[in-house]
């Protein structure tokens, strides 16, 4: 590549990047500003407000995590990209778009009144599905990345590392869906499922020395 494309290239790729983080930013600060502030003339009305609200601020820090998570992927996969196409800009403004609708969902899921299992199932259902096409769209990012030579000095442990991670996600969120049709607490798996990939991918990768040191 000569030094004038590769230079645009690069200001391409910073741009881009730029562009991501703030969007990122953005969002996961929006969480915050629907968050109720507790209220009471004694400690114990106050205490009293801080429980009726705590749906909201378990949202709160799920969705930060979630926003978190996410951009730390996009991070860790975009520090080694030298040139982007048209193809990844899609991908990635597709990926924007579910990180936007973040604090949506997540006022969806604070919302109050008797339901039905089936609207408990909807709401919280369409926040799984959301991060189960952001972490297919950061799946289809880095195989378009790696498969176009796009970021050639990614480290082969990186790329194993985020394809786990984005998979764990991906099964974790994945199953909770169907299973709000018949179990209220199927968010359990967005904790349950992405730790229980890794540990049992990092178990499967494990080398063949370590698992006879382990047997002796």
Same mark, same amino acid.
């Given at each position: 590549?000569?030094?004038?494309?590769?230079?645009?290239?690069?200001?391409?790729?910073?741009?881009?990047? *730029?562009?991501?983080?703030?969007?990122?930013?953005?969002?996961?600060?929006?969480?915050?500003?629907?968050?109720?502030?507790?209220?009471?003339?004694?400690?114990?009305? @106050?205490?009293?407000?801080?429980?009726?609200?705590?749906?909201?601020?378990?949202?709160?820090?799920?969705?930060?995590?979630?926003?978190?998570?996410?951009?730390?992927?996009?991070?860790?996969? @975009?520090?080694?990209?030298?040139?982007?196409?048209?193809?990844?800009?899609?991908?990635?403004?597709?990926?924007?778009?579910?990180?936007? *609708?973040?604090?949506?969902?997540?006022?969806? *899921?604070?919302?109050?009144?008797?339901?039905?299992?089936?609207?408990?199932?909807?709401?919280?259902?369409?926040?799984?599905?959301?991060?189960?096409?952001?972490?297919?769209?950061?799946?289809?990012?880095?195989?378009?990345?790696?498969?176009?030579?796009?970021?050639?000095?990614?480290?082969?442990?990186?790329?194993?590392?985020?394809?786990?991670?984005?998979?764990?996600? *991906?099964?974790?969120?994945?199953?909770?869906?169907?299973? @709000?049709?018949?179990?209220?607490?199927?968010?359990?798996?967005?904790?349950?499922?992405?730790?229980? @990939?890794?540990?049992?991918?990092?178990?499967?990768?494990?080398?063949?020395?370590?698992?006879?040191?382990?047997?002796?």
């Amino acid at each position: 590549m000569a030094t004038g494309t590769a230079e645009f290239a690069t200001r391409a790729v910073e741009r881009l990047s *730029l562009f991501s983080d703030a969007v990122a930013a953005i969002a996961i600060t929006l969480l915050a500003i629907d968050l109720p502030v507790p209220s009471g003339p004694t400690v114990a009305a @106050f205490w009293s407000s801080v429980r009726l609200n705590n749906s909201h601020y378990a949202a709160f820090l799920i969705s930060f995590v979630v926003i978190a998570g996410a951009w730390s992927r996009h991070h860790d996969m @975009f520090r080694y990209v030298v040139d982007i196409d048209t193809r990844l800009r899609q991908l990635n403004m597709a990926w924007l778009l579910t990180v936007v *609708l973040i604090p949506f969902a997540t006022r969806l *899921l604070t919302s109050r009144g008797h339901q039905t299992l089936g609207v408990h199932a909807l709401r919280l259902g369409f926040y799984a599905l959301l991060q189960v096409v952001a972490s297919a769209l950061l799946l289809l990012m880095l195989r378009h990345l790696t498969g176009h030579e796009q970021a050639p000095e990614t480290p082969d442990p990186e790329v194993t590392s985020l394809t786990r991670q984005s998979y764990g996600w *991906l099964l974790g969120f994945g199953l909770s869906i169907p299973l @709000f049709f018949a179990w209220s607490y199927a968010w359990v798996l967005w904790i349950v499922g992405p730790l229980a @990939f890794s540990i049992w991918s990092r178990w499967r990768q494990a080398p063949a020395g370590e698992d006879k040191d382990d047997a002796g």
